[in-house]
Structures are given as structure tokens and as C-alpha cells.
């Protein structure tokens, strides 16, 4: 069964750049089938959608935070990024990496998910 | 803001049935999809494109739409359900996609 583990430093500086890796076991993140997606979640809050990645690298951002983020894919270590710039306290949440399906009306449904990564951005 | 809504809060007695709306412009043109989640856990998937159900959900969570509002209904409701619920789409651009603010359901 498809696994997705975040991983990455729990605590970031404010003005600081946070940076988690997604490792995706038993399938492959080359498949034409899916995109790859970074979801956060502020402590008690709800889910907010940040952006995209194919395997081609191809990619798409949540425009609210589109000129701090950055998510890039290593095809051959099975793993996708995230990236985000000049962090501030807002930028506190549960991160979670997920798998999105292609061939839905939505065309990137989160399917499979980790089980997310707290980053506090606190000095 | 989201540009999905949600009521914040709805209860439900044990084994009665509970619907949970989602309202936005985009959900005229683009189906809602549906997840539950529990504390401190991933969220998961209950009801896909409308009403569409992924392996090993239970056949008491359906959905629907009309209009500009999705729905989510659990028939038989069970105390195992008692979560807060997310409805996801695309806005009507077509350009973003966006979680509705989230649903607390509480099983009397």
C-alpha cells in the first residue's frame, strides 16, 4: 500500500525558509496518473490547499502564497519538496503531503496522505 | 477566507441521520468531494466526485449536489463518526482548489 512520510525541521525561524521532503513508498511518483501535493492545517484550523507537482515538475500554487513557495520533484529518489520563504507565526500548521488523482473533476483529489509534520515558526 | 462554507457545527442523535452542506459558486460547475478527520490524525476520503464512494467507506455516506451547494448524508449514524468533515473542490475559475472552513459533527 502506498506510503507518504513528511520529514523536515519542526521548528523554523521567523524570516527564515521552511523545508519539508514527502518520501513516497510502494508506488512510484513517475506514474502519469497522479499529482503530488503539500496541504497544511494551523493548529485548531482547517485545511489549506498550497500547491502542486507532477513528475515532469510541472507545477501549481495556491496564489495566496505563490511568491513564497517552491515545490520541486527528485524522480529518483522518489520524493517531492516544499519550500516556503520568509515564514511567519501564520505560517505555524500540521503540513501533510498527499497523492492527488488526476482523473477526477477536480483533477487533483488528495487521496492518500501522511501523517503530517508540525512546524512551528517561533524564535 | 474560504470560498467554500461550511456550517461550523451540526449534532446528530445516535443512528439518526445527519446532512452536511457546502456552499460555493464553484460547485456549480465542479462536484464537491468529502473528508472526514479525526484528532490528530490525516484526514481521509469518504465521498469523491459527487457521490462516489473510494474502497472500504461505508455505504451510509452519500452525496449530492444541487445548485451551489453540495451535500454530505450519513444514514444510520454511528458514534465512530463524530469528526469534523471538509468538503473540497475547485473555485469557479477553475484555477484554485480549496477545503471548505470544515463541519464538526457531534453524535448525541
Known amino acids: 500500500q502506498l506510503q507518504l512520510q513528511e520529514s523536515g525541521p519542526g521548528l523554523v525561524k521567523p524570516s527564515e525558509t521552511l523545508s519539508l521532503t514527502c518520501t513516497v513508498s510502494d508506488g512510484s511518483i513517475s506514474s502519469s496518473s497522479y499529482f503530488w501535493g503539500w496541504i497544511r492545517q494551523p493548529p485548531g484550523k482547517g485545511l489549506e490547499w498550497v500547491g502542486s507537482i507532477y513528475y515532469s515538475g510541472s507545477t501549481y500554487y495556491n496564489p495566496s502564497l505563490k511568491s513564497r513557495v517552491t515545490i520541486s520533484v527528485d524522480t529518483s529518489k522518489n520524493q517531492f519538496s516544499l519550500k516556503l520563504s520568509s515564514v511567519t507565526a501564520a505560517d505555524t500548521a500540521v503540513y501533510y503531503c498527499?497523492?492527488?488523482?488526476?482523473?477526477?473533476?477536480?483533477?487533483?483529489?488528495?487521496?492518500?496522505w501522511g501523517q503530517g509534520t508540525l512546524v512551528t515558526v517561533s524564535s | 477566507s474560504s470560498e467554500l462554507t461550511q456550517d461550523p457545527a451540526v449534532s446528530v442523535a445516535l443512528g439518526q441521520t445527519v446532512r452536511i452542506t457546502c456552499q460555493g459558486d464553484g460547485l456549480r460547475i465542479y462536484y464537491a468531494s468529502w473528508y472526514q478527520q479525526k484528532p490528530g490524525q490525516a484526514p481521509v476520503l469518504v465521498i469523491y466526485d459527487r457521490n462516489n464512494r473510494p474502497s472500504g467507506i461505508p455505504d451510509r455516506f452519500s452525496g449530492s449536489n444541487s445548485g451551489n451547494t453540495a451535500s454530505l448524508t450519513i444514514t444510520g449514524t454511528q458514534a465512530e463518526d463524530e469528526a469534523d468533515y471538509y468538503c473540497?473542490?475547485?473555485?469557479?475559475?477553475?484555477?484554485?482548489?480549496?477545503f471548505g472552513g470544515g463541519t464538526k459533527l457531534t453524535v448525541l
Open positions: 498527499a497523492r492527488l488523482v488526476r482523473d477526477t473533476v477536480t483533477t487533483r483529489l488528495p487521496d492518500y
Open positions: 473540497y473542490s475547485r473555485d469557479s475559475s477553475g484555477n484554485r482548489w480549496v
